[in-house]
């Protein structure tokens, strides 16, 4: 069981490493991305270590011993009780599955519902599997690290290149449909700007995770202060130094701004005020000071980046050029159309993964990009698997949120406060296949981890 153990922990490592790697073979392709059915290399890795791990617990059910990982485990109880957010999950599983029988492509939903079951895979995994937390942590955040390397790379040459073995589309920002921002020079001619992609299929997407992992190495940074070892090894004195967290940081939210993405922005402000407004009803100045710092540092990245790239964010941020208002149509359209279908099917929805299906039978002749889901999860949860599987999925979020406030896990609050505001304006959380397993690893993980509680436990 030793060595179950350990191929199980490093799998997890690889696996969330690998994660936004985008490598699939395409079973079936399709007009729209939504509808198309691929075969992604990290699931045949979930499902490996899903599989080690089925194993192992049978093993330890047959020798009716408590392992190491149930010791260390707060949230794996030895008394055999289920967790309570089990429930919530329970509950949401069974009208998400229900919603399959009133899909108009069930082949579809089932497919869609394969996604689902890993991600609570995935979940399960992070809660209840032996492996050493700040390792997988650092594997989640050196992958995030080579997206946003990538991200500035693809900015600053305004190119990208295309790579099937790393999941990698060509994005040309004079080609349609490539997400760009778009200015007016003074002469009348338009700019376009591409965005930062990184290997995901979104800058909205990459924005996501890099907010995530700005909160992620703020909380960890914040949390070392006061046990700091300078007798520990060069190499975790540098992993423990103010200049390393620093780079990192700034480097992420290089990465994060070249993605102009407003939602993760949004969520990212979010995140870091309520962790300010924490400290300050505390009374923690210490940490107060520190994360003052780390603000006043981004304000002057933020301040340079801006004189030279100004009239991109004011496009971004206005609601008056070609392509906001084009987006913003697009939005208001999306949200009449939502409200079409849960009107028409409010119980049980239309059909996990079936949104852009239905809405191109309803609107048929357009061009493929023109059938997104809504930009909002929640609606789309509402819209997919009816209303009843969105208040599964509510009580699944408020729980995990009162779960954190009552253990005093602060920092794991504010990336889930992030993730909320993200989730109110995008919808790939919940319709695309990145988006499905990153949502379950960051409630996996701010829901395993100590490390987030302002006593500083580890």
């Known amino acids: 069981m030793r060595y179950l153990d350990k191929i199980i922990e490093y799998g997890l490592y690889l696996l969330v490493f690998l994660l936004p790697w985008q490598t699939r073979w395409i079973i079936g392709a399709r007009e729209m991305e939504y509808t198309t059915y691929s075969l992604y290399g990290t699931d045949i890795i979930l499902f490996v270590v899903l599989l080690l791990f089925v194993v192992l617990k049978c093993q330890m059910s047959n020798v009716k011993c408590q392992t190491k990982s149930q010791i260390q485990n707060p949230n794996l109880p030895a008394n055999g009780q289920i967790p309570k957010i089990w429930w919530f999950i329970a509950f949401l599983d069974l009208f998400v599955f229900i919603s399959i029988f009133f899909a108009s492509d069930k082949g579809l939903a089932l497919y869609k ?130 200049l390393f967290y620093y780079f990192i940081i700034l480097l992420f939210l290089l990465a994060l701004f070249f993605t102009f993405s407003r939602g993760a922005w949004a969520g990212l402000i979010a995140g870091v005020l309520l962790m300010l407004f924490i400290f300050l009803a505390k009374k923690d100045f210490l940490k107060q000071r520190e994360l003052l710092k780390i603000i006043l540092a981004a304000g002057i990245l933020i301040f340079v980046l801006f004189n030279f790239y100004g009239d991109l964010v004011l496009t971004r941020l206005s609601k008056d050029t070609r392509l906001e208002i084009k987006s913003n149509t697009e939005r208001i359209q999306s949200l009449a159309d939502a409200k079409t279908m849960i009107k028409d099917n409010w119980l049980f929805g239309v059909g996990l993964g079936n949104y852009t299906r239905v809405l191109a039978e309803k609107n048929p002749g357009m061009e493929s990009w023109n059938y997104q889901p809504v930009h909002n999860v929640f609606l789309l949860v509402w819209t997919e698997v009816g209303v009843l599987g969105l208040l599964g999925f509510l009580g699944l979020l408020g729980f995990l949120g009162w779960d954190l406030i009552k253990k005093g896990k602060y920092f794991g609050l504010s990336i889930l406060m992030a993730l909320v505001i993200m989730m109110m304006v995008d919808h790939w959380y919940w319709s695309l296949h990145f988006g499905v397993l990153w949502f379950w690893l960051v409630a996996g993980l701010i829901l395993a981890n100590n490390w987030y509680r302002l006593d500083n436990s580890i």
Do not use: C
Request: aromatic share 14%; net charge positive; charged share 10%.
């Open 113 to 242: 519902y394969g996604w689902f079951l890993l991600g609570v895979g995935l979940f399960w995994l992070i809660t209840s599997a032996s492996y050493n937390k700040m390792k997988l942590i650092w594997a989640m955040l050196a992958g995030i690290f080579l997206q946003a390397g990538l991200g500035i790379y693809q900015f600053l040459t305004q190119g990208s290149f295309a790579s099937k073995w790393l999941g990698m589309a060509l994005h040309n920002p004079a080609e349609l449909g490539v997400s760009v921002v778009e200015t007016i020079g003074a002469d009348g001619i338009g700019e376009r700007w591409l965005r930062a992609y990184g290997g995901l299929d979104h800058p909205n997407m990459l924005g996501g995770i890099l907010a995530v992992g700005v909160l992620l190495l703020v909380g960890y940074f914040i949390a070392e202060l006061s046990i700091t070892n300078y007798k520990l090894s060069i190499a975790k004195r540098i992993l423990k130094s103010k």
